[in-house]
Nanobody, 120 residues
Framework: QVQLVESGGGSVQPGGSLRLSCAAY????????MSWYRQAPGKERELVATIDVFTHRTNYADSVKGRFTIWRDDVESTVDLRMSGLKPEDTAVYYCQAQDGRAPRGAVYWGQGTQVTVSP
């Protein structure tokens, strides 16, 4: 059974930093592209950052470039999202996603989400 377990959310003031972590269980981690998404109240879920399987190439939403860093540890089967320079508009539930990279439409798994709140 595949499980993605996020941790590290919380409340922080504008300009602050947080690190989210996602631990993956029940899958061969090195087969999966890993991503972080977020969903703010009343808005659709949006992609924040992705890290590829083999090259570890990363891709970021324009709104977080230069502030967020995605990092994967293929030994520990974890993916982190390091966030700095946080803004109120970063407030959202953040979700970890794993997508099987062995096929164009590989299986997709989601974590349960972790809340990030940025306010004075």
């Amino acid at each position: 059974q595949v499980q993605l377990v996020e941790s590290g959310g919380g409340s922080v003031q504008p300009g602050g930093s947080l690190r989210l972590s996602c631990a993956a269980y029940g899958l061969i981690f090195t087969d999966y592209q890993m991503s972080w998404y977020r969903q703010a109240p009343g808005k659709e879920r949006e992609l924040v950052a992705t890290i590829d399987v083999f090259t570890h190439r990363t891709n970021y939403a324009d709104s977080v470039k230069g502030r967020f860093t995605i990092w994967r540890d293929d030994v520990e089967s974890t993916v982190d999202l390091r966030m700095s320079g946080l803004k109120p508009e970063d407030t959202a539930v953040y979700y970890c996603q794993a997508q099987d990279g062995r096929a164009p439409r590989g299986a997709v798994y989601w974590g349960q989400g972790t809340q990030v709140t940025v306010s004075p």
